[in-house]
């Protein structure tokens, strides 16, 4: 098990940039494959961009490929997530999440979640 805090969410106008990071608990935080994900009122949670236990490989959803960028700090038992060219339908909930079992984009894949960090894009 691992314990994930999410933080550095907040109100940004479109256009404006954020960095989310997801603190991890425990050693054993380079053995889990990290993904961000994130959830809108109403709909439901989708996947945003993953990143491999080494950090060398990444894949993103296509809604934010090109302007959102996953990387992680093994030594910080950190993962992060920069935001650029937000744009008003980036508006959510944001999730990171840790999965022992592999790399995967499927929510139902990772066992360990953050509390979430709202993220508010105004047009």
């Known amino acids: 098990q691992v314990q994930l805090v999410e933080s550095g969410g907040g109100l940004v106008q479109a256009g404006g940039s954020l960095r989310l990071s997801c603190a991890a608990s425990?050693?054993?935080?380079?053995?889990?494959?990290m993904g961000w994900f994130r959830q809108a009122p109403g709909k439901e949670r989708e996947f945003v961009a993953v990143?491999?236990?080494?950090?060398?490989?990444?894949y993103y959803a296509d809604s934010v490929k090109g302007r959102f960028t996953i990387s992680r700090d093994n030594a910080k038992n950190t993962a992060y997530l920069q935001m650029n060219s937000l744009k008003p339908e980036d508006t959510a909930v944001y999730y990171c999440?840790?999965?022992?079992?592999?790399?995967?984009?499927?929510?139902?894949?990772?066992?360990?979640w953050g509390q979430g960090t709202q993220v508010t894009v105004s047009s």
């Open positions: 999440a840790a999965a022992s079992v592999g790399y995967d984009t499927r929510p139902s894949q990772y066992a360990n």
């Open positions: 425990g050693r054993t935080f380079s053995t889990y494959t």
């Open positions: 990143i491999s236990r080494s950090g060398v490989t990444t």
